[in-house]
């Protein structure tokens, strides 16, 4: 599984940003039914996980720095994952990295995860 993510650039704090992920594989390999997730590494710091959606339902974890002001999404048929980025703060500034997990229910967890994207930057400006 490649994962391919965008979205990214520089935007003003109180801004919005979409990221998007988009999966691909060999034939008829496919993420729908596989945990999703997002993540980042502000500069000189550790990885930190941002969200992850499991396979159907309402099963989402939010990080409690952007709980309220990031919301995760997917579309399956697409095999797409999404994070919508309201309320941008200079402190969001990072490489946003996706992930596709192991098992089907969200989790927080990066050993839980198998493929990583390559990152996309996002820059907050104050």
């Known amino acids: 599984v490649q994962l391919q993510a965008s979205g990214g650039g520089l935007v003003q704090a109180g801004g919005s940003l979409r990221l998007s992920c988009a999966a691909s594989g060999r034939s008829g390999r496919t993420i729908s039914n596989n945990a999703l997730g997002w993540f980042r590494r502000h500069p000189g710091k550790e990885r930190e996980f941002v969200a992850s959606?499991?396979?159907?339902?309402?099963?989402?974890i939010i990080a409690d720095s952007v709980k309220g002001r990031f919301t995760i999404s997917r579309d399956n048929a697409k095999n797409t994952l999404y994070l919508q980025m309201d309320s941008l703060k200079p402190e969001d500034t990072a490489v946003y990295y996706c992930?596709?997990?192991?098992?089907?229910?969200?989790?927080?967890?990066?050993?839980?995860?198998?493929?990583w994207g390559q990152g996309t930057l996002v820059t907050v400006s104050s």
């Open positions: 992930a596709v997990a192991r098992s089907s229910v969200a989790t927080s967890l990066p050993e839980a995860y198998q493929y």
């Open positions: 959606i499991g396979w159907r339902g309402p099963n989402t």
